[in-house]
Structure formats: C-alpha cells, structure tokens
C-alpha cells in the first residue's frame, strides 16, 4: 500500500448524537498521489512525460500539488466552469490548463465528452501519460488506506453518505468497508440531471457531483440509496454546516450533510458517517456569497423543501430533492447500459 501524508487523511467529528463527519482538506490527494506513484513504479509514467487529465475541479487541484511535488509536467483540459481564481491557483503550481470552448455544449452531451475528446487529441500528438480518474481502477483502489482508517475509528457505522462524481472514493470504500461491517449500507449523493443513478442526462448547475458518462469506477451494486441533491439545498446546507459545526467545507459536503442530517435523525440507533470531500475557500464569492446566492434564486424559503421526498423511479420528481432504495431492477438496467 503507497502510503499517505496526515494531512491527506480526514478528520473525524461527532456532529450529533449519531451523526458523524469526515472532512477533508482536498481528498483528491488521495487518488493523485496513488495514480502517479503506482504508474511510476509500474513503468506506465516515465521520466519526460507529461501527465495530462480532464477536470475542472479538485481532481486538477490535486494533480497540480503532487506534481510540483514530484517536478513532474502536467496539463489539464477544462471548461469555462472553472473560476479564474481556481484556474491562477493552478496555474501558479506549474501546471497548463487548455479551455474547451463552445457555443451549445448541451448539444454535445454537455462538457464532459468534449473534454474527453480533447485528451485523446493530446495522446495521439504528444509524450503524454493520462490518469483517467473515471475509468482507471487505481482510482477506487486508493481509498482502501482510507477504509482501513475508518475501520480502525470506528467499531460500528450503518450508513456512509458521500458524493459520487467518478465514482472512485464512494465504490472503494464500499468494496473495502462491507467486509468489515456487513449490514452497512452506502448512500450515494448526486444531483439532477445526472446519469449515474438512473436519470437523464442534463444540464447540472451543482458542481463536484454527477456525471454525464459511466465510469467504470462507478458500480450501482455497491450502493443501497441514491439522493438527488438540488443546488439550492446543497447550498444551504453548506452554510447550515459552517454556522452549525464550524466546519467551512464545499458544497458536495453541504450536498452529503443535508441527506446525512435528515437520515441520523429519522434513524436514532443508526451510526451515521457523511464524507466532506473539500474545503469551502473555493467557493467563497458564490455558496458563502448572499448576494451570488439571491441573484442566482437558490434561497430556501419553504420548510417542506428540507425534507427529500422518496421516489419509487428514478425520473420521479427530477429537479427536486428526492432519494430512492435502490432494487435489483434498478442495478440490473444500470449494468445493461454500463456494458
């Protein structure tokens, strides 16, 4: 096992009386600096070459940090959702980012397949090595250290709640932490609009979260829930989490919170563990921005919208904040598309 430093692993908090956290600086870290040290010692990145990725998030952060590091070159594709802040922050550790731009994305299955296009252009012309965070298996493989780490901390959970994006922190924990607690049971937290659970593939205004592609690092057998997290109730929930905890995380935390709080509360004797993937410094001028928030009409004015809503198919109520127990139809169909 590669090892990690301290401050790539979480801290643990007791947030409730059953209801615990695990946040992170930037748990990216984690698959970034296992992808490259693994595919060094395998020979698959050489001296000379550079790494190449697609993001517009964490996952670029994360490269760029472990490859000033280790003064390896890298290159990230991405889109115009990244701020000009996240993109200086980048830049100032060494690495280039390529913008894909163009007019009508949706036309294109939205950013995500044009990034991907991108990066094979790149293969094809240059002395590149790509981590390919969806699809390489290393990825999942990077959190057994952190599964290892929760089951030395804990001696009972019942539910793990974190967002799925690749799929690679989520999938690995759950392949890694059943053996070790049976009954426990994954909740996997996406957003509208995404087709990892089920729903149509869409325009996604929460970050961080979702996907328009199957990964292969994203297996539907290893989840027993799914929640649909609207932005305006990741958002508030990010603010809920600061003012209530002190913890300043991003909103994919906010999005895990929001289902993790509601479902400590509905299940007193249950052991309840969120997973808060980042910090929130990146989304000050936005989430932590009342202005942003009532400019952008993410403010929760109505009670009843604090509550999901449970939903028997996966298109039922799409936009709203909804959840579903996940049957085996549901991971059959998804397995059928997956092949």
């Given at each position: 096992?590669?090892?990690?430093?301290?401050?790539?692993?979480?801290?643990?908090?007791?947030?409730?009386?059953?209801?615990?956290?695990?946040?992170?600086?930037?748990?990216?870290?984690?698959?970034?600096?296992?992808?490259?040290?693994?595919?060094?010692?395998?020979?698959?990145?050489?001296?000379?070459?550079?790494?190449?990725?697609?993001?517009?998030?964490?996952?670029?952060?994360?490269?760029?940090?472990?490859?000033?590091?280790?003064?390896?070159?890298?290159?990230?594709?991405?889109?115009?959702?990244?701020?000009?802040?996240?993109?200086?922050?980048?830049?100032?550790?060494?690495?280039?980012?390529?913008?894909?731009?163009?007019?009508?994305?949706?036309?294109?299955?939205?950013?995500?397949?044009?990034?991907?296009?991108?990066?094979?252009?790149?293969?094809?012309?240059?002395?590149?090595?790509?981590?390919?965070?969806?699809?390489?298996?290393?990825?999942?493989?990077?959190?057994?250290?952190?599964?290892?780490?929760?089951?030395?901390?804990?001696?009972?959970?019942?539910?793990?709640?974190?967002?799925?994006?690749?799929?690679?922190?989520?999938?690995?924990?759950?392949?890694?932490?059943?053996?070790?607690?049976?009954?426990?049971?994954?909740?996997?937290?996406?957003?509208?609009?995404?087709?990892?659970?089920?729903?149509?593939?869409?325009?996604?205004?929460?970050?961080?979260?979702?996907?328009?592609?199957?990964?292969?690092?994203?297996?539907?057998?290893?989840?027993?829930?799914?929640?649909?997290?609207?932005?305006?109730?990741?958002?508030?929930?990010?603010?809920?989490?600061?003012?209530?905890?002190?913890?300043?995380?991003?909103?994919?935390?906010?999005?895990?919170?929001?289902?993790?709080?509601?479902?400590?509360?509905?299940?007193?004797?249950?052991?309840?563990?969120?997973?808060?993937?980042?910090?929130?410094?990146?989304?000050?001028?936005?989430?932590?921005?009342?202005?942003?928030?009532?400019?952008?009409?993410?403010?929760?004015?109505?009670?009843?919208?604090?509550?999901?809503?449970?939903?028997?198919?996966?298109?039922?109520?799409?936009?709203s904040w909804t959840y579903k127990y996940l049957t085996k139809e549901d991971k059959n169909e998804s397995n059928y598309f997956k092949k």
């Amino acid at each position: 096992m590669v090892p990690f430093k301290n401050w790539e692993l979480p801290k643990f908090d007791l947030l409730k009386d059953n209801l615990y956290s695990a946040s992170f600086f930037l748990m990216k870290l984690m698959p970034a600096r296992y992808i490259i040290e693994t595919s060094l010692k395998s020979g698959e990145l050489r001296e000379g070459m550079t790494i190449i990725e697609t993001t517009s998030g964490t996952f670029g952060l994360a490269l760029a940090m472990i490859c000033a590091e280790m003064k390896i070159p890298l290159k990230l594709v991405s889109d115009p959702a990244i701020t000009p802040e996240f993109k200086r922050r980048i830049e100032l550790l060494g690495a280039e980012i390529y913008i894909i731009s163009v007019d009508n994305p949706e036309k294109y299955g939205g950013y995500q397949p044009l990034r991907l296009k991108k990066i094979k252009e790149f293969l094809e012309q240059g002395n590149y090595f790509w981590p390919n965070q969806y699809d390489n298996l290393n990825n999942q493989r990077s959190y057994f250290k952190l599964a290892e780490y929760i089951s030395d901390s804990f001696s009972k959970i019942d539910y793990i709640v974190g967002p799925v994006g690749s799929g690679g922190s989520m999938n690995g924990l759950a392949i890694y932490l059943k053996n070790y607690f049976p009954c426990l049971k994954f909740v996997g937290v996406d957003t509208p609009n995404s087709i990892l659970f089920g729903q149509r593939n869409g325009k996604r205004e929460l970050r961080g979260l979702g996907n328009s592609i199957l990964p292969a690092n994203h297996n539907i057998d290893n989840f027993d829930l799914v929640t649909w997290v609207p932005p305006q109730q990741a958002y508030y929930y990010t603010r809920e989490l600061y003012r209530e905890h002190g913890l300043f995380m991003g909103p994919t935390s906010g999005a895990a919170y929001s289902f993790g709080q509601w479902l400590a509360q509905e299940n007193k004797n249950c052991k309840v563990l969120c997973i808060f993937p980042d910090e929130g410094y990146r989304y000050f001028d936005t989430v932590y921005n009342d202005e942003w928030i009532m400019n952008n009409k993410y403010n929760i004015i109505d009670s009843r919208d604090l509550v999901p809503k449970e939903v028997y198919e996966s298109m039922e109520n799409i936009g709203s904040w909804t959840y579903k127990y996940l049957t085996k139809e549901d991971k059959n169909e998804s397995n059928y598309f997956k092949k």
